[in-house]
């Protein structure tokens, strides 16, 4: 029987592509409208707890009856993410990357929180569209990362198993997400963002430069 070739899912922002997302910002921004959305005791009881932008976003949503701070949190959302791919950038270890996996045949997908909007637009602006067998965005989805709706629907799409499938991210979500989703977690970088941490989580495997992933998944044939 033939071994399937592993199914590599990458996030995107921080990962494949560097931006200047202001995701601190954007989510103090979302704090301050929750603020003046849900009950004083709700709020206090709630405040500081990590969560991410998303879910903060789902909370305004359920507590804005007139869903008007709702809309005003996906413009300052949509603002800062087109303001922070203003002077984005791609390693060039990144585009060495996914050519040797192509080439290797590897599936090669995206799952990002980002809009299917701002992700076409950063895979367009840096010629990135011919690496990725399937593309899925926060826009796709019910339930955005940590859920793991979206690797899962990536699995199906792929009749991957788990153990056949790794999650390349940057942020702590990620690996949240491969947690939950019961897959390989390559964390990419040297610092994780403290702001979205619920757990400690130990990644499989840690990487500083893209182009280090490469004898991971050989492995894995």
Known sequence: MTKLLPVVVFDMDGTIIQSNI????????????LKNTVSKNYYEEIVGSPRSII??????????ETNTKVKLAWEIIEKSEKEGYEDARVDDDV???????KAKEYTLTIFTNNSRKLTNYGLEK?????????????????????????????????????????????????AETAVNARVKFIYFGLEGSSGTRRKVIKPDHTIEFMKDLIPIVEKLR
Do not use: C
């Open 22 to 33: 202001d995701y601190f910002g954007t989510r103090q921004k979302m704090w301050n409208i």
């Open 55 to 64: 879910e903060l976003v789902d909370l305004i949503e359920r507590n804005d």
């Open 95 to 101: 585009y060495e990357t996914l050519e040797f996996l």
């Open 126 to 174: 840096f010629n990135l569209q011919k690496y990725f067998d399937f593309v899925l965005t926060r826009d796709e989805v019910k339930n955005t990362k940590p859920h793991p709706e979206g690797l899962e629907i990536t699995m199906r799409r792929f009749s991957a198993q788990n153990s056949n499938v790794v999650f390349v991210g940057d942020s702590w979500i990620d």
